[in-house]
Every structure is written in C-alpha cells, then in structure tokens.
C-alpha cells in the first residue's frame, strides 16, 4: 500500500520555526520527484517547494530563503524546514509526488500567531 505520512506540525509565533517530516511506505520514493504543498482554508493548493530525484530543488516565491527542502533516501523522508514563519504561512501541508497522483500524505496542520 502506497503511503506518506507527515508529522511535524503544530502551533507557532511569528517568526518561530517548525520542521516537517514525511515517511514514504509503499512505493521507492527516491523514484520520484516530491513536492511540499499547502492549502489554506478558502485557498487554492499551492505548491510551497519540490526536490527532483537528482536534489534539485525549486520553491515558490513566497518561501524562497526562509524554507528548506531536503530528503535522505536512505530513510525514504522527504523535509521541510520552515523558518521565519508567517501568518499567511498558516496552512495544511501535504506531501506528495510531483506527478499528481501516485502519493499524497493526509497532511499535517501548520498555524503561525
């Protein structure tokens, strides 16, 4: 059963930090290109940042040089990590693979104050 599950999310300030995990079962999730999104309520999904089978990264303008995005393969974990975080940060975020439809997590909540 193709799986990701999240964790990592969880209330802040501004200004504060989280980090996010999520855990690929299912599938060989160094095959993919993987993706971070969020959606916040009466939002569209957005894609937040994406790392390629080959490390290359890309991030959406809003989270350029305040999010990080990384995976180590040897423990099929994709991560975000989020600094200088801002209200308009608050969101669910998902993980999921850059194609659309082999895997997305159920997402974990992420609210900045």
């Known amino acids: 059963q193709v799986q990701l599950v999240e964790s990592g999310g969880g209330s802040v300030q501004a200004g504060g930090s989280l980090n996010l995990s999520c855990t690929a079962s299912?599938?060989?999730?160094?095959?993919?290109?993987m993706g971070w999104y969020r959606q916040a309520p009466g939002k569209e999904c957005e894609l937040v940042s994406a790392?390629?089978?080959?490390?290359?990264?890309k991030y959406g303008d809003s989270v350029k040089g305040r999010f990080t995005i990384s995976r180590d393969n040897t423990k099929d974990t994709l991560y975000l990590e989020m600094n200088s975080l801002k209200t308009e940060d608050t969101a669910v975020y998902y993980c999921?693979?850059?194609?659309?439809?082999?895997?997305r997590g159920q997402g974990t909540q992420v609210t900045v104050s």
């Open positions: 299912g599938f060989t999730r160094d095959d993919y290109d």
């Open positions: 790392i390629n089978v080959d490390g290359t990264t």
């Open positions: 999921a693979t850059v194609d659309g439809h082999t895997a």
